[in-house]
């Protein structure tokens, strides 16, 4: 689980400073519009940079910018993966880094006709927020993955809830939804504390994940691609990550195999209803 390519690494990897959304441990369809954003870390795209429409469309305020149908019921507090006996799987992406190779990566996964999740972190979206909407216009769900990503299991109860909320605020502003999913940083699972806190700020299941092929130590394409043929199957979560050049090489390669094993790349949400 889930620009020739030649040309797609020329672009992202000149100039591009690759922030990548590492856990900091040994781990842990149609057409979309074009993609609309900023290379620049110090401001929000313009439309004029990025050919990204002057006024993209915006949810309503108070109005969900997504209408997932709803989860059944029974799901466990923390989510690791979903049935096994359905032929797809979940792409899940850590939502921080520079942004072409973002938008690249979501075009690869439209261009395949698969969607994914993208499990944001506050901070990234206050630098680039026009990325919640290109996600979103994408037909891709978007989450909470905290506002800076720091370790929230080794936080207190009140730095915890601040690094949910200021996530789910940011989510709000920019979507008029704070998203249905929640993925805690630096850590595959969740502790108590954490899940709890998670359920009080409107998220009832923690996001976790069953396949980590480690893409954000950066081991070349070729060795993520290898590490999720081996691991993914039918009802698999799996870990990626935004802001790494190896993961976008490798995505079709990824998409291929899947397609040949007659699996089929959607949304968690899609996955588990």
């Known amino acids: 689980m889930s620009i020739s390519r030649r040309n797609l690494l020329q672009v992202t990897a000149s100039g591009a400073l690759l922030a990548g959304c590492s856990d900091g441990r040994p781990s842990g369809a ?8 900023s290379s620049s870390p110090s401001s929000p795209a313009s439309p004029a940079s990025t050919g990204a429409p002057s006024s993209p469309p915006h949810a309503p305020a108070g109005e969900p910018a997504t209408s997932a149908p709803p989860l059944p019921p029974g799901l466990p ?21 520079e942004p072409a190779l973002a938008t690249a990566l979501l075009a690869e996964a439209e261009k395949a006709g ?14 680039y927020p026009r990325l919640a909407r290109r996600i979103l216009d994408g037909g891709h769900e978007l989450g909470n993955h905290t506002q800076t990503h720091g370790d929230i299991g080794a936080m207190d109860a009140a730095a915890a809830t601040a690094e949910i909320e ?4 940011r989510l709000t502003e920019l979507t008029g939804s704070r998203g249905r999913w929640f993925r805690p940083s630096q850590a595959r699972m969740a502790t108590p504390l954490v899940v709890r806190l998670a359920r009080e700020a409107g998220y009832p299941h923690v ?9 954000y130590t950066d ?9 999720v043929a081996a691991q993914a199957r039918a009802g698999s979560v799996v870990s990626l990550h935004f802001g790494h050049s190896g993961t976008v090489a490798a995505l079709p390669g990824i998409l291929d195999d899947l397609h040949r094993r007659g699996l089929r790349a959607v949304t968690t949400s899609e996955l588990l209803t």
């Open 77 to 97: 507090d923390q989510i690791e993966h979903g049935p096994r006996d359905r032929e797809r799987l979940a792409l899940t992406f850590h939502g921080q880094g």
């Open 207 to 215: 996001l976790s994940y069953d396949v980590d092929p480690l893409d």
């Open 114 to 127: 698969a969607r994914v999740t993208v499990l944001a972190v506050g901070a990234w979206l206050d630098t």
């Open 166 to 169: 200021g996530c789910a605020r």
């Open 219 to 227: 081991p070349g394409a070729d060795r993520v691609r290898a590490a």
């Open 30 to 37: 149609a057409p979309a519009p074009a993609p609309g954003t």
